[in-house]
T-cell receptor
């Protein structure tokens, strides 16, 4: 069974701090990795994707991938109250499936 | 493009009734996914299609669940008979078929079985 695991949280950080979200996956054949954000009562929306080992930065967001350790992370710098949401890690396998972790709820306190 | 369109947005039904959820993917997308989201189990992949063909339905919880994709612009998820434990938000998502492509989600259908 292919698994995607996230630190369950909830995670609370003060405004302006760095929030760190982690994810591990079981399928070594996984090809691509995504972070989605989901506000309460809304559908998931893409924040970032990463395919290669290393870091990828987009504004205040940095995704990190380590395929040897089967580990993906998301860092949010200068966290804002508007970042408060549930963050979902998603993994796309080599047979084109797309599976999600259970999500980590982040609260950024003003 | 209008994005992924799901209907209905909300459905309340009585236990034992048949429920049909509908999805129109983004035009040109050839992968379609059905998910179920609950507090307890998170976002579960139920079934997905590539080029209208079901690839993996191992996530479908029971034989009461079935899904079809008769053409590239329409898919249904049917529950017959429905049970209270089926209450959840059901999402449809679509993507281009390339491995690296992200999935775009519909607004979801909130199903309540009483």
């Amino acid at each position: 069974q292919k698994e995607v695991e996230q630190n369950s949280g909830p995670l609370s950080v003060p405004e302006g701090a760095i929030a760190s979200l982690n994810c591990t996956y079981s399928d070594r054949g996984s090809q691509s990795f995504f972070w989605y954000r989901q506000y309460s009562g809304k559908s998931p929306e893409l924040i970032m994707f990463i395919y290669s080992n290393g870091d990828k930065e987009d504004g205040r967001f940095t995704a990190q991938l380590n395929k040897a350790s089967q580990y993906v992370s998301l860092l949010i710098r200068d966290s804002q109250p508007s970042d408060s949401a549930t963050y979902l890690c998603a993994v796309r396998g080599n047979n084109n499936d797309m599976r999600f972790g259970a999500g980590t709820r982040l609260t950024v306190k003003p | 493009d209008a994005g992924v369109i799901q209907s209905p947005r909300h459905e309340v039904t009585e236990m034992g009734q048949e429920v049909t959820l509908r999805c129109k993917p983004i035009s040109g997308h050839n992968s379609l996914f059905w998910y179920r989201q609950t507090m307890m189990r998170g976002l579960e992949l139920l079934i997905y299609f590539n080029n209208n063909v079901p690839i993996d339905d191992s996530g479908m919880p029971e034989d009461r669940f079935s899904a079809k994709m008769p053409n590239a612009s329409f898919s249904t998820l049917k529950i017959q008979p429905s049970e209270p434990r089926d209450s959840a938000v059901y999402f449809c998502a679509s993507s281009l078929g390339d491995i690296g492509r992200e999935a775009f989600f519909g607004q979801g259908t909130r199903l309540t079985v009483v």
